[in-house]
């Protein structure tokens, strides 16, 4: 069973920054792609960015340039650096690995 736990969320202003974290058990880390979501009330939820375990990444055009993803094996940790954050960034963000889902930290950016 895969268990995933975010955090690192909060309140930021516009222009701010912050680093998530997805803390993973259950699983062989570093043989798994990674994924972060997130959702807004009355969306639909939206990929953000992958990185596989090779450490290849990928960011939707919404993000590139000020996010980052990353992952420490040793921690079997996955991270988002998030930098200039905009109010549209809002959304409960959430990791993924495989089919299995974390329970989301919120972000709010709001001056």
């Known amino acids: 069973q895969v268990h995933l736990v975010e955090s690192g969320g909060g309140l930021v202003q516009p222009g701010g920054s912050l680093r998530l974290s997805c803390a993973a058990s259950?699983?062989?880390?570093?043989?798994?792609?990674m994924d972060w979501y997130r959702q807004t009330p009355g969306k639909q939820r939206e990929w953000v960015a992958t990185?596989?375990?090779?450490?290849?990444?990928v960011y939707a055009n919404s993000v590139k340039g000020r996010f980052t993803i990353s992952r420490d094996n040793a921690k079997n940790t996955m991270y988002l650096q998030m930098n200039n954050l905009k109010p549209e960034d809002t959304a409960v963000y959430y990791c993924?690995?495989?089919?299995?889902w974390g329970q989301g930290t919120q972000v709010t950016v709001s001056s």
């Open positions: 990185i596989t375990s090779g450490g290849t990444t």
């Open positions: 259950g699983t062989i880390f570093s043989i798994n792609a």
């Open positions: 993924k690995i495989l089919a299995s």
